[in-house]
């Protein structure tokens, strides 16, 4: 047996290990401990969620942003991007198609677009919330002020998504320009937790300058923030942005991690990404068999996917199109799961 054998298997039994514990079983990983946690985060997810997946409609309504992260396609200082945002009527419309598809929770995601003041930003997510009563409405736009959070909760937004990137502020700093400060991230997540959302955070794996050190202080944020969802997918390039040619991220590490994420949070809620389906044919399929039980389809207007590129190659067609979901089913069945039409809230508590 061999070290991460054996660590895999503690961590199976305990749900938690030492900090050198998490390093050792993240550095070490053999195909033995990669069996052995996605097995037991597949079988510990069914235990808690059962064979269902829950489907979220992702909106992607705006490719304007105001930051320039390093890594990502939509940033401020891309030229090549071609911009758009879509007007709250083809949002409400993007919901009435998700809704005659099943979907009962949709997010609206999007760059850091000045354009949608709280006024405006309010105003569609009121209009969501009087339409479509029975669903849950997910805002994932990046850091606001605290009454800005407070207003649109108050409008009607249910969850909001902020990957926290990484916990590690000096690779925060590598990630990003100067004048973004993780501080001010990780304070939004826990202002939103505070105002009664449902919150996510997350970060990419396998993300230039990233260490070991830096995945274990992740899990260690994770198990303080207490999230109702972990977002994470592998980093993945883009040729216009400062990081193009830089190594991805991996499925493998991925993997891997989603099954540590499951096993150290039982209840937590796991998207297999649209960046693990990128990065991997069949990829979101297996992140569901290795513990993930979320996974996010695309309903953006068809001219608004080919330009919320975050990363190259992303995926827009097929089992990821929302429109598409009678594949999604069958490629879910074939892994013995179903889709859940409901809300999907998280059983993670406060
Ligand atoms: N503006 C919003 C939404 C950002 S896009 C916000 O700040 O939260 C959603 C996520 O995509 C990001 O949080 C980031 O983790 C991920 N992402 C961006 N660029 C990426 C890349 N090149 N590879 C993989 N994931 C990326």
């Known amino acids: 047996m061999t070290g991460a054998t054996k660590l895999a298997e503690t961590l199976v039994r305990e749900h938690d290990l030492p900090d050198e514990g998490l390093a050792a079983l993240i550095e070490t990983r053999d195909g033995e401990s990669r069996r052995i946690l996605g097995e037991a985060a597949g079988a510990l997810a069914r235990e808690i969620y059962g064979r269902k997946v829950f489907i979220r409609g992702l909106i992607e309504f705006t490719n304007y942003c105001k930051n320039d992260c390093l890594y990502c396609g939509i940033r401020r200082g891309n030229r090549k991007a071609e911009r758009y945002r879509l007007a709250e009527g083809e949002i409400l419309g993007c919901c009435e198609e998700g809704y005659r598809l099943g979907f009962r929770t949709f997010v609206l995601q999007g760059g850091e677009d000045p354009y949608f003041t709280d006024g405006r930003l309010c105003a569609v997510t009121a209009a969501i919330r009087e339409r479509f009563p029975d669903c849950a409405i997910t805002l994932s736009c990046g850091e606001r002020s605290r009454e800005s959070y407070r207003r649109l909760k108050e409008a009607g937004a249910d969850r909001y998504l902020l990957r926290h990137e990484t916990a590690s502020k ?178 993670v508590e406060g």
């Open 170 to 347: 000096a690779h925060y700093q590598k990630l990003h320009p100067p004048e973004m400060s993780w501080d001010n991230r990780v304070q939004c997540l826990f202002t939103l937790r505070e105002l009664g959302y449902q919150v996510g955070c997350g970060m990419m794996v396998g993300s230039p300058y990233q260490k070991t050190e830096d995945l274990v202080a992740d899990l260690r944020f994770i198990q303080k923030l207490r999230p109702h969802m972990v977002g994470i997918g592998p980093f993945l390039a883009h040729k216009d942005t400062p990081f193009r040619g830089q190594e991805n991220g991996t499925v493998e590490l991925t993997l891997y991690l989603l099954s540590i994420i499951r096993l150290m949070n039982p209840r937590v809620l796991l998207p297999a990404t649209t960046a693990l389906g990128t990065a991997m044919a069949g990829g979101r399929e297996e992140g569901i068999l290795h513990g993930a039980n979320v996974i996010m389809p695309n309903l953006s207007p068809p001219s608004a996917r080919d330009k919320y590129m975050l990363y190259d190659n992303k995926l827009r067609s097929g089992a990821e199109a929302a429109e598409n979901i009678a594949a999604l089913r069958e490629n879910l069945r074939k892994i013995g799961y179903e889709i859940a039409v409901d809300r999907g809230d998280s059983l």
